[in-house]
């Protein structure tokens, strides 16, 4: 029997440190989270998906088209929000 660092038995190759790995879908979340800027998105498919993610200000002037930097119409939003599921 192998036990973790944390005193626990686990498998051959764990590391016994209790904290599952991190997801795909995580790891999105904290790049969004550190992207909250419509400077910072460079297509109008990231603009969407942060403002989506909850970042409200990427649609200042509330015309449905989030970073007018990256995204040209209000077609071109709502296409990608039926591709991404928001």
Do not use: H
Request: charged share 25%; net charge negative; with cysteine.
């Amino acid at each position: 029997m192998i036990f973790g660092l944390d005193g626990t038995a686990g498998a051959v190759g764990s590391l016994g440190l209790g904290t599952p790995p991190t997801s795909i879908e995580r790891v999105k979340e904290i790049l969004m989270a550190q992207r909250r800027s419509c400077k910072a998105v460079s297509t109008c498919e990231e603009a969407v998906e942060m403002w989506c993610g909850g970042y409200s200000r990427a649609d200042g002037d509330n015309d449905g088209i989030p970073c007018e930097n990256v995204c040209r119409s209000l077609s071109q939003v709502e296409t990608i929000k039926k591709k991404i599921g928001c």
